[in-house]
Structure formats: C-alpha cells, structure tokens
C-alpha cells in the first residue's frame, strides 16, 4: 500500500523568496497528487509543524535563538492557500522528521503501507529527515520531484543524491508517479 505525506505546505515556510516563487506551481502538484491518491484509495496524510508558545516543543535553535516559530493557531501554521486538506488527515509534528514524537509509524502500520510519496516542504531538511527515518522502519520512499521544493538547492542536491545511493530511494516526476495511481 502506498500512502502520500504531504509536509510542511503552510504559510511560514512559504514566507522565504525561494518557496514563495514557487508556491503556486508545488501548490497545484500536491493536489494533483493527492487527487490521484484518493480516487485510487491510498492514504494521504497532512504533516505540518506546529509549536507551543511556552518553549516546550521548540528545537535547538528555536532555543538557542529564543526565537520561536509556527506556533499552533497562528496564520503561520495554516496550510498555504489553494492546498486541498478537506478530506485528509492531519498530523502535527515539530521536528523536522515526521517520524520524530509522533504517532506516523502506528498511521502507516494500521494503513499497512510499505511505501510513502513525499511531497511538500523542505527538501533538504523536513523531507530528507522523514525519508532517512522511513528508511529505518522498513518503508520505501518515492520523492515527488514536481511536489517538492526548497530554499537551498545545493544542500537538497546533495542529501537527496545521498538518500537515493545509499537508501535506494527515487525521485520521480509527477507524470510517472501519477501512472501508479491509474487502473492497470
């Protein structure tokens, strides 16, 4: 079974030049991808980042900075506009993996999936995190080229070029991905 993971599309991330001129283009790759997902009866679920006010949630950096960010409720925290997340699941982590103090692994378990579609929102860090730790409970990953995008191409070029030698993840476009979906 293969679910997508859509990650990170909310308006915090889309603040930054690079993602924001690309919002509209990843934006309409998602929804085709979700789409497509849905009318085949795989899973989709919506990760985003959230953290708390009080410090108790905030990584690292956010400590080291005092600096807090994407705080639960805020316009932050929203998925962009345009982004379809009526009917999927929603799932709130905040740490770069997807995997990391949530509940992801039983979801995909109880879904019986052994292979995930990432698409969304960073690809050198929150994507690149969650594939490394699929990869450490057994489940393939297809990264969703068209759906995925950064603001640092060479460090995303990089890890991705790592993730796919020595984890043997794709990356595909979305026409191809799209083919699994279709009716054999």
């Not at 997902?37 to 005092?66: C, F, I, P, Y």
């Not at 506009?81 to 699941?89: Q, R, Y």
């Not at 979801?107 to 690149?128: F, M, P, Q």
Request: hydrophobic letters at 45%; glycine letters at 4%.
């Amino acid at each position: 079974m293969i679910a997508v993971l859509v990650i990170d599309m909310q308006n915090a991330f889309f603040e930054d030049p690079a993602l924001q001129r690309r919002r509209e283009e990843v934006v309409a790759a998602c929804n085709s991808l979700t789409s497509a997902a849905r009318e085949a009866g795989a899973k989709v679920l919506l990760v985003g980042t959230e953290h708390e006010r009080d410090k108790s949630t905030w990584s690292l950096n956010m400590l080291d900075d005092d600096q807090g960010f994407i705080f639960r409720g805020s316009e932050q925290a929203e998925f962009v506009p345009g982004l379809v997340t009526a009917e999927h699941p929603r799932m709130a982590k905040t740490r770069d993996s997807a995997f990391m103090g949530t509940d992801l692994g039983m979801r995909l378990r109880n879904w019986e999936v052994d292979t995930v579609i990432l698409a969304g929102v960073s690809a050198h860090n929150c994507i690149a995190q969650t594939a490394a730790d699929a990869f450490a409970h057994n489940i393939r990953v297809i990264y969703a080229a068209d759906a995925i995008a950064t603001e640092n191409p060479e460090a995303a070029e990089g890890v991705l070029r790592v993730l796919v030698r020595e984890y043997r993840q794709r990356v595909l476009p979305l026409e191809e991905i799209l083919s699994v979906f279709e009716p054999a």
